[in-house]
């Protein structure tokens, strides 16, 4: 039931800001500078995100937007605070799809999505990466596979956190390839990345821009990406799904609001996320780190994180993972 009525939500949920908000307009907004809540480290892939589209909006909206990076908590800590907002459009959630796994993951959330938040505009996609340390003997999707059936269990991989999307694409590759490696939980990918450098964990699986240059330096070995086919940015580097047939995953972000915003403002921020996503270079340079640029509508947005809601309940409830 719970699940049905999350779908539900998301489908729907323009009709939950009845009344006064419905008569609201955008007009004076923003009226203050307006935070960003990043549920990741500053330096990441996400901070990349938010501090390009953000420093476009202070642009176009004469006011400040300020990126506020709120790690920890598997994305808890970040989603909570934005769910408890004031629902005025100057505390924005820079979301990634974990907000679709979370209710499968967690038995107890400290927020109600039903209730406590609404989607605004899809950004971008983008694949994760899985890196190893140079000296690994397993520098190839198939030796990876391969030596993690021989050993099941004696690798490790370390993510952005539970519910990253480092985790997500870990764990649905984990399943496709038939494989049993250990989830690290981290506060932010680029620390995963310093393990693996550091050689204490075998394992990290981020963002494409934050491995690149430690791949092109030799500090990290890129095993491969998590699509079907590769990146325009790093052709040299395969795609697991050529060695995992079916296998492909993109981390999106999105902005998503406290519910009871009005209809009017979550129209503007909408609105002006697609002009930034179309206009100037922030569209060139989120493409030049390997991002698929989306923008698109709010129910285009809502209509992603309902079909991802359920497959990723699907997935995880098969692979048996949860946060617990």
């Known amino acids: 039931m719970r699940q049905i009525s999350l779908q539900a939500f998301w489908g729907l949920f323009f009709l939950f800001l009845a009344g006064p908000a419905l008569a609201a307009t ?16 500053a330096g ?23 990126v506020d990076n709120r790690p920890g908590g598997g ?13 005025d459009g100057h505390t924005i959630y820079l979301s990634p799809n974990a907000l679709a796994a979370n209710p499968a993951l967690h038995k107890k959330l400290p927020y109600n999505a039903e209730r406590d938040l609404a989607p605004a505009v899809l950004i971008a996609a983008q694949p994760m990466a899985l890196g190893t340390h140079p000296s690994s003997k397993a520098r190839t999707t198939k030796e990876l596979i391969d030596f993690a059936k021989a050993q099941p269990g004696k690798l490790s991989y370390g993510t952005a956190g539970i519910g990253s999307g480092g985790h997500l694409a870990g764990e649905i590759f984990k399943s496709a390839a038939g494989i049993d490696i250990a989830h690290i939980s981290y506060k932010g990918g680029n620390v995963a990345m310093m393990d693996v450098v550091a050689n204490n964990i075998p394992l990290v699986m981020t ?3 934050n491995l690149l240059p430690l791949h092109k330096s030799g500090r990290i070995h890129v095993i491969g990406i998590t699509s079907a086919k590769r990146s325009a940015i790093a052709e040299d580097i395969p795609a697991l799904g050529e060695t995992v047939p079916g296998y492909d995953f993109k981390n999106w972000f999105g902005f998503i609001v406290p519910a009871g915003t009005p209809k009017a403002i979550i129209a503007k ?34 209509d992603t994180i309902r079909k991802d809601t359920r497959i990723f309940a699907d997935i995880l409830r098969k692979a048996g993972v949860s946060a617990h």
């Not at 955008?26 to 480290?41: K, L, Q, S, T």
């Not at 270079?281 to 923008?295: A, C, E, H, I, Y």
């Open 269 to 302: 921020i909408n609105a002006s996320v697609n002009e930034v996503l179309n206009t100037g270079n922030t569209r060139q340079r989120l493409v030049s780190q390997g991002f698929d640029v989306l923008g698109g509508s709010t129910g285009e947005f809502a």
């Open 26 to 41: 955008a007009d004076g907004y923003p009226g203050r500078p307006v935070r960003v809540v990043v549920p990741f480290a």
């Open 75 to 87: 994305t808890l800590i970040a989603t909570e605070i934005v769910a408890k907002a004031s629902p």
């Open 207 to 209: 963002g494409l821009p």
């Open 44 to 66: 990441g892939t996400f901070d990349l995100v938010a501090r390009a589209v953000s420093l476009r909006l202070t642009e176009l909206w004469k006011q400040q937007v300020i």
